[in-house]
């Protein structure tokens, strides 16, 4: 079955540690994207990435990086920068170039908990 | 700045009655519409779409409405199920961008 695969489903991180949430995906799609949600919030960008070596910062990058080493992963590493780490994490995927809307296929999340 | 606004952030309706969702956006550049159902620790899945050259998409018990000149879109849902239960977004991307913006969603509970 061609999905995205988040991991892990559930962490928690201790103020001042840096974290990393991995997504994977088989479905050959072009562009990978992580967006955060938070309560009552909508989905925020923090990065997305079109092409492999490649990545462009969304909406809310700070305190966040990313890499794009291979075309079917797409790691957040979530900094002690952050003020507000704790959230549900999304990371969606898409293939480019094709006419109409831009569907987005995302993953099950990662809820990270600071403590 | 909010450029796509789900003002009601949520809605209860009777199983078999209509669901109406609601998204306003302020760009007039957006093309592309999209909603998405998202359950309770789980991703977003994709509902349906419209583009701005239309103003009516239907998929079996979904339909999306869109009205450009007044910037406002809407989501029915007819009949409403409890398995429908759901928070809704609405999204909308630009000129072929691989970007989408989001809303803040509505939660959308249908009673038995």
């Known amino acids: 079955d061609g999905g995205i695969t988040q991991s892990p489903k559930y962490l928690f991180r201790k103020e001042g540690q840096n974290v990393t949430l991995s997504c994977e995906q088989n479905?050959?799609?072009?562009?990978m994207y992580w967006y955060r949600q938070d309560p009552g919030q909508g989905l925020r960008l923090i990065y997305y990435?079109?092409?492999?070596?490649?990545?462009q910062k969304g909406d809310i990058a700070e305190g966040y990086s990313v890499s794009r080493e291979k075309k079917e992963s797409f790691p957040l590493t979530v900094t002690s920068a952050q003020k507000n780490p704790t959230a549900f994490y999304l990371c969606?995927?898409?293939?480019?170039?094709?006419?109409?809307?831009?569907?987005?296929?995302f993953g099950a999340g990662s809820r990270l908990t600071v403590l | 700045d909010q450029q796509v606004k789900q003002n009601s952030p949520s809605l209860s309706v009777q199983e078999g009655r209509i669901s109406i969702l609601n998204c306003d956006y302020t760009?007039?550049?957006?093309?592309?519409f999209l909603w998405y159902k998202k359950y309770p620790a789980e991703g977003p899945t994709f509902l349906i779409s419209?583009?701005?050259?239309?103003d009516k998409n239907e998929d079996g018990r979904f339909t999306v409405f869109l009205n450009k000149s007044a910037k406002h879109l809407s989501l029915h849902i007819v009949p409403s199920q409890p398995g429908d239960s759901a928070v809704y977004f609405c999204?909308?991307?630009?000129?072929?961008?691989?970007?989408?913006?989001f809303g803040k969603g509505t939660k959308l509970t249908v009673n038995p």
């Open positions: 969606a995927s898409t293939l480019m170039g094709l006419s109409g809307a831009n569907v987005l296929t």
């Open positions: 479905l050959n799609h072009d562009a």
């Open positions: 990435s079109q092409i492999v070596n490649d990545f």
């Open positions: 760009n007039s550049m957006f093309d592309y």
């Open positions: 419209i583009s701005s050259i239309k």
């Open positions: 999204a909308a991307s630009q000129g072929g961008s691989e970007k989408l913006v």
